[in-house]
């Protein structure tokens, strides 16, 4: 591990080793309270610190990589994450043209970075990967990661460079790179005035080896707007060797920590999850309301907070809070009249026949994803391949979850069980409603 706190070139009083959740973790070594580490940043890698160092490269070697890199790999909308990828490998190229002599901090990171162990999806088999869009083309989030392994994008990247520089850097170091940063980066603020802050998606060595856990947070990160230093401090006293977890989201949102992290955070709490509905993809009965969903701007996704206690999801909501595209099932004008003419048993009926048809949807998915799973098996047992399974598992336990509560509750209109179910508008859990991230995207894959 000695290589590992070397990049942060202090004795920072923080160990990394093998930590309980998997893969390494950030440890305490005595008795702490208050603040844990203290980052500078010189040390830490946003855009801008990126900017500042390939400068003061480029001065010295004159050799303008990430001037190039940046042209040919960033060229579309900005994207703060993939102009850091793109610095990465940049830095990468530099160091294998013996151009990163002096800089071994940085070249101890990138050690880092390559050798980072990351579950996910990206690891998993195209062939598995385009199954899975067949059974579940609505999920655009999982649907992406098919799509970037489709595109011939990182291919691309590595003739770039071996043809601009005679350096070879191949495919699945640029994946590595690209999955190791996406793991590793944190929203940590930056002061732009005294008053103002903005946050930058940023790699922070060291820090960036403590895990998440939402329900055994001991620690958070933040910025001391004096020295414009990272601080880590405890949120409470922290016995010597205790692991340090801090949280990446305070809201997790099932399928973005899968696709961004690997995992699915099974803490005890409250989860969310988006899953995609009202046909834009399959959901063939109902093309009419799929039709008047889409025209009224509803979400075309359904949301659920889960809770989990013990590893377990023990329970499971459907979070109608804002999402109105149930309307169609009442009638088919326009949503702020549907609702205002609407009378509450009205309303209690549509969203009865919501569970219903949430019911049957799931019933038929459940079928489909046990079938798959014996696929993804058997798959495994010939080609190796793990993660896609994960997804299988997390999405086999949500629908039978909720078809067990369906059963147990036989919700109906006029009956309290339908809002042990439901939770709409005023609710205490309608706070975990997230705008609805993804399951928006509509554009097709390459091979379809
Ligand atoms: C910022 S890194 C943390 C250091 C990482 N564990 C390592 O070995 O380098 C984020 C990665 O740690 C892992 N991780 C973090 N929290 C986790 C948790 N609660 N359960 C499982 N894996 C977790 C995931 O693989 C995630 O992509």
Request: net charge negative.
């Amino acid at each position: 591990m000695e290589t590992l706190l070397a990049v942060n070139s202090i004795d920072s009083g923080v160990s990394v080793g093998p930590s309980q959740l998997g893969g390494l973790g950030l440890f305490v070594d005595k008795d702490t309270d208050g603040e844990i580490l203290r980052i500078g940043r010189q040390h830490i890698y946003s855009i801008y610190t990126c900017l500042e160092l390939s400068q003061k490269l480029e001065n010295q070697t004159q050799a303008p990589v990430i001037r190039s890199l940046l042209g040919f790999y960033c060229n579309g909308p900005p994207n703060e994450t993939r102009i850091l990828i793109c610095y990465m490998v940049g830095f990468e190229v530099l160091r294998r043209l013996g151009k990163l002599e002096g800089f071994k901090e940085l070249q101890k990171y990138l050690d880092i970075l390559l050798s980072t162990e990351i579950d996910n999806l990206w690891q998993d088999e195209e062939p598995l990967l385009e199954s899975y869009y067949e059974l579940e083309p609505g999920n655009s989030l999982v649907n992406a990661t098919l799509l970037e392994k489709q595109s011939d994008e990182v291919e691309e990247l590595s003739k770039y460079i071996f043809e601009t520089w005679r350096v070879t850097l191949q495919e699945h170091e640029i994946r590595q790179l690209v999955a190791a940063i996406r793991s590793r980066t944190l929203e940590v603020p930056r002061k732009i005035s005294d008053d103002e802050f903005s946050v930058d998606i940023t790699l922070v060595p060291l820090l960036d080896f403590a895990n998440h856990d939402n329900s055994k947070q001991n620690a958070y990160f933040d910025l001391d707007p004096e020295t414009d230093e990272v601080v880590l401090l405890a949120k409470r006293p922290l016995s010597g060797g205790s692991e340090i977890l801090i949280s990446y989201t305070p809201v997790e949102e099932m399928t973005q920590m899968f696709v961004t992290y690997g995992f699915y955070p099974r803490s005890d709490g409250l989860k969310v999850v988006d899953v995609p509905f009202w046909g834009y993809y399959h959901f063939d009965q109902s093309e009419e309301l799929a039709q008047y969903v889409f025209q009224q701007r509803q979400p075309t996704n359904l949301q659920f907070v889960l809770e989990y206690a013990d590893g377990q999801l023990v329970d499971l909501f459907l979070n109608m809070a804002s999402n109105y595209s149930f309307a169609g099932l009442i009638g088919t004008d326009d949503v702020p009249t549907v609702m205002e003419n609407a009378s509450e048993e009205q309303i209690d009926a549509a969203l009865s026949a919501l569970l219903r048809v949430v019911e049957s949807f799931f019933k038929e998915r459940v079928e489909h994803l046990e079938k798959f799973a014996k696929f993804c098996d058997d798959y495994e047992a010939e080609n190796g391949t793990k993660n896609i399974r994960q997804l299988v598992q997390f999405q086999l336990e949500l629908y039978n979850k909720y078809l067990d509560k369906m059963q147990q509750l036989v919700p109906q209109a006029g009956s309290d069980s339908l809002y042990d179910l439901i939770m709409i508008d005023g609710d205490e859990w309608v706070e975990y409603r997230l705008p609805p991230v993804y399951n928006f995207v509509t554009r097709k894959l390459a091979r379809h």
